[in-house]
Nanobody
Framework: VRLQASGGGLVQAGGSLRLSCAAS????????MAWFRQAPGKEREFVAV????????YYTDSVKGRFTISRDNAKNTVYLQMNSLKPEDTAVYYC???????????????WGQGTLVTVSS
């Protein structure tokens, strides 16, 4: 599966952005989808994950209550709605696809190219 992330940009603290990740192929609904992010000089970290059917989600503590992951299997797309953004959310955001419901980056087989989110204070 090939992934294409989009929707990043520059936003002020407290603002919102919605990231999208479009997948190619007809097997999108078989994959667990996740978002990770990587800030400058830091390791890539887990943000959110959603199961194949969309019935279960999980978030890292720092984004709980502010970010929402969702998917539309008919459109082969996963989303990350980000509200109440903070400067510490600044990072390149990556979508990933895998066959297990995990938070570890090495569990994911396919990655998008990343989209930059910059939150100004």
């Amino acid at each position: 599966v090939r992934l294409q992330a989009s929707g990043g940009g520059l936003v002020q603290a407290g603002g919102s952005l919605r990231l999208s990740c479009a997948a190619s192929g007809r097997t999108f609904s078989r994959y667990v989808m996740a978002w990770f992010r990587q800030a400058p000089g830091k390791e890539r970290e887990f943000v959110a994950v959603i199961r194949e059917s969309g019935d279960m989600t999980y978030y890292t503590d720092s984004v709980k209550g502010r970010f929402t992951i969702s998917r539309d299997n008919a459109k082969n797309t996963v989303y990350l709605q980000m509200n109440s953004l903070k400067p510490e959310d600044t990072a390149v955001y990556y979508c990933a696809a895998g066959l297990g419901y995990y938070t570890g980056r090495y569990e994911y087989d396919y990655w998008g190219q990343g989209t930059l989110v910059t939150v100004s204070s």
